[in-house]
Every structure is written in structure tokens, then in C-alpha cells.
């Protein structure tokens, strides 16, 4: 059985690669390669490492940060109707349709074709891939995973994706099965409910391997009502973090890989548990970097906790604050205080972190807020030292906030996975004007202009 497994195009007013790969396919991978007899096939639209993802007059150089996050090539698209007032370009990122089709000529007909999916307004991205990959294989079936099945109806999916089957939660077993079903062999495997179990995620398909993926724990014990964390994890799942020691040791003896990027969305939770115990492995035997995109749980970051992020090699901190307004605290579990934060940045600081160099993610765009709020949170920022980053919202399908977003008139009912685009979002259901948002970003950006 053949078997092609693809991250798709994205679509949208803005997109950047902040260590962006698909995790969740390449588990998906690794499963497929070790208990199936399958012949694989790998293609990331989005991967800005390999060959011919740029145009003659780009260049990866151009596009690229020293840390390896960047730019994506684009290409501005006609946008949908909704979209039309909004002001800001339409593109579709990711690799150019000719670099596209080129890999495609060089895959045989398949049988099978697993996609992810990210944000639910990337819809536009999904349904452009899938649209090209129905005329390349029409007789292959579509298997989408991702966040997009997880948050979405299957019978709304249907409505609005043209794919044969819809995975919802976490995949392994579910591919296994559809590989099955179509007659492929599958071998005797675990149970993959024991994250233990699941093989490594299949780092040999990323072009640069010098930047790894990784995961200690899947969900988040936390239940802000914003986040869908707990929708698509209704469990917090940990690993065993000698399972996770023995996946880095392997990256990097196997590829060379020096840097890895954590995906957790709660590292820090039962830390004596995990992160403690894999970290002070780690500083004792490794040599590494580690950064952290989504933003860690400040009040768990304690005199030993920053130390051991010092010493172990941790390169990028963004740290969850979010606001100081009481009626956003309530709906984020009252995650951290302001007492917290600056304990938080005091001990990083005696670890021997730079203040400047530690970012902060502030909500921006969430309903009901205030903007006078936001400009003194910044104003407390400024006090502390450190880099703010506004986090602009985005109404996620099946979150209390969306709920009751349509259940006042908000958003429609049934969803319209357009209206949860974090720019559309911003400009046309906030209530605010283009001069009061135009306003709040300039303040931002000049505050983090002047630590540079």
C-alpha cells in the first residue's frame, strides 16, 4: 500500500514560522513505517528548508532568522466576501505551486492520503491542497487529522472539506485501522492510549534537523475558557521523562540535532514529576538549546525552576501573563498575578537571563476587554523590563468563550470558520476602530523596538 502523508498550504492575512512542524503527522509517520508494511510518501507544503521551497528571487537566507524561525514564501490570493473589509493582503503561504507539482510528478499513484490540519480559519489552505491532490491521485481517499476535525462537527466538516475521512483526537490507532480497512497489513502493536508506547515522531522527514519538535505531556490540566486544549485532550497526559530523555539523546546522536522546540502547552505542571527530572538529566549529559513558543506557566517558575532552565540551555522564554483585568483572569484560571510575574522575572534574572530577552504574551482582541486595561498591563511590563508580545485573539470552536460568542449573535450558528480568524476577528467583532488598534500595535511595537 502506498501512502502519502502532507502538511497542507496555509491561508490567511499573516502567518510567520515560529518553529512551525507538523508533530502530530510525523507521529502519524513513525506509526505507519513500524507497524505497517506501507511505502510512505512525505510532502510539507510548509517546510522552508528544502528545495525549491522559494522563489529564483528569494532566498532561504533572505527569509530566515539566526534561530531558524523566518519567513514564508507567499503569494496574495483573491479573498472570500467576509474578508473584503478587513485591511490587511490575503495570501497563501508555503512553497511555490510550481515546487509543489514538481514533487508530485515524482509520486506514484496512492492509495491512501493523510493530511493535517492547524487553525480552524486555515480552512481555505486544506480545501486548496486537497483540491490539487483529487486531481493528481482521484482515486485516493483523504484521510484529514488535526485540530481542524477535533474542534469542528464531522457533519459540518462534510459540508465545507472534501475528504473521505475525518479523524478527531489522536490519530496512531485511527490510521492503523483505516490502513486495515483498505487492506494493507498492519502488525501487532501496544496500546497507543500509553503515550510511552508511540514511537519517536519521525524527524527524518524535516529538511532541517537541526531544529526538532518535541513533546513531554499532551493537554493541559488548566481549563481557560478560551482554550481548546481540553477539547482536544480531555486528558493531561504525561510522558515518562526517560522516555523523552531517550528521544532527544536519539535526535541528537542519529541527526546532530542541537535545538529543540517544546510544544507543551502546560511544561511546567507536576514539574517535580517531569521537567525537573528530565531537565537535570539533560544539563548533566547534553549540550543543547531548547525554546518555548507557547507561552510557559509563570507562577511555576521558581528559583530552582529558572536556574535549571539557565543551565540546561534554554534559549527562548515566553512566559503566559495575559492581562491584569479581573474579568480576563476568571476565564483563564487565574493563571498567574502580578506578584508571580515579577517573581517569575526576578528569579530569571538571578539565573542569568536578560530581561530584555524574556517575552511576555498579553491577550489582545478578547471580548468585553478593555482597552485602557491593556495599556497599563504594558505600562507594568515596561516596569519589569521584559519584551511584550500581543497575543491576538481568536474565538475557538467549542470553547465556552465561542459558545457564548454565539449565543449572543457574535458568531454564527452553525460555525462560519471564517469568522474565527484572529484578524477578522480583531477588526470586525471587537468593537474597536482601526485607529484604536492601529494605536495599541504602535505602542507595542515601540516599547520592543527600543530593547533591541
Not at 472570500?80 to 505551486?97: A, D, H, M, Q, V
Request: hydrophobic share 35%; aromatic share 12%.
Amino acid at each position: 500500500m502506498k501512502v502519502l502523508l502532507i502538511n497542507p498550504y496555509i491561508y490567511d492575512f499573516t502567518a510567520f514560522d515560529l518553529w512551525l512542524r507538523p508533530l502530530g503527522l510525523m507521529y502519524i509517520a513513525s506509526v505507519l513505517e513500524k507497524y505497517t508494511d506501507s511505502e510512505l510518501y512525505w510532502i510539507d507544503t510548509l517546510d522552508r528548508f528544502q528545495e525549491g521551497a522559494y522563489t529564483e528571487n528569494e532566498s532561504l537566507k533572505k527569509h530566515n532568522h539566526k534561530n531558524s524561525s523566518g519567513k514564508y514564501h507567499r503569494e496574495l490570493v483573491d479573498r472570500p466576501e467576509i474578508f473584503k473589509s478587513t485591511p490587511r493582503n490575503y495570501c497563501r503561504y508555503g512553497i511555490p505551486l510550481e515546487s509543489l507539482h514538481k514533487k508530485l510528478e515524482n509520486i506514484p499513484p496512492v492509495d491512501l492520503i493523510f493530511m493535517t490540519s492547524l487553525m480552524t480559519y486555515w480552512i481555505d489552505g486544506v480545501t486548496f491542497t486537497i483540491d490539487i491532490l483529487k486531481q493528481k491521485f482521484p482515486c485516493a481517499k483523504i484521510v484529514l487529522g488535526g485540530i481542524l476535525p477535533g474542534l469542528v462537527r464531522e457533519e459540518r466538516l462534510k459540508e465545507l472539506i472534501p475528504a473521505d475521512y475525518f479523524i478527531r483526537g489522536y490519530g496512531e490507532q485511527r490510521a492503523l485501522e483505516i490502513i486495515r480497512e483498505y487492506g494493507g497489513t498492519v502488525y501487532p502493536h501496544p496500546d497507543f492510549s500509553d503515550i510511552n508506547e508511540i514511537p519517536f515522531p519521525a524527524v527524518k522527514y524535516l529538511s532541517n534537523r537541526d531544529f526538532a519538535p518535541l513533546l513531554t505531556s499532551r493537554g493541559c490540566p488548566m481549563h481557560c475558557t478560551y482554550c481548546a486544549s481540553a477539547l482536544l485532550n480531555p486528558r493531561f497526559i504525561e510522558r515518562d521523562p526517560q522516555s523523552v530523555y531517550n528521544e532527544i539523546r536519539f535526535n541528537h546522536d542519529t541527526y546532530r540535532t542541537g535545538n529543540f522546540v517544546i510544544f507543551d502547552d502546560a511544561l511546567l505542571i507536576n514539574k517535580q514529576k517531569r521537567f525537573l527530572k528530565l531537565f537535570r538529566e539533560i544539563r548533566e549529559n547534553l549540550d543543547l538549546h531548547f525554546y518555548t513558543p507557547n507561552g510557559l506557566h509563570t507562577r511555576e517558575i521558581d528559583k530552582e525552576t529558572a536556574q535549571l532552565m539557565f543551565d540546561s540551555g534554554f534559549k527562548m522564554l515566553r512566559l503566559s501573563f495575559e492581562s491584569t483585568d479581573p474579568s480576563i483572569l476568571s476565564r483563564s484560571s487565574d493563571k498567574v498575578s502580578t506578584n508571580q510575574m515579577i517573581a517569575a522575572v526576578e528569579n530569571l534574572e538571578v539565573a542569568g537571563y536578560n530581561r530584555k530577552d524574556i517575552d511576555v504574551y498579553l491577550l489582545f482582541g478578547i471580548p468585553g476587554q478593555n482597552l485602557g486595561h491593556l495599556l497599563d498591563v504594558l505600562e507594568f511590563v515596561k516596569s519589569l523590563g521584559v519584551n511584550p508580545h500581543l497575543s491576538i485573539y481568536s474565538p475557538v470552536p467549542g470553547t465556552q468563550d465561542f459558545i457564548r460568542l454565539q449565543e449572543s449573535g457574535i458568531v454564527s450558528d452553525p460555525v462560519d470558520l471564517y469568522e474565527t480568524n484572529k484578524i477578522y476577528f480583531l477588526y470586525n467583532k471587537t468593537g474597536f476602530t482601526y485607529e484604536e488598534i492601529k494605536n495599541i500595535k504602535d505602542r507595542f511595537t515601540a516599547y520592543s523596538s527600543g530593547l533591541k
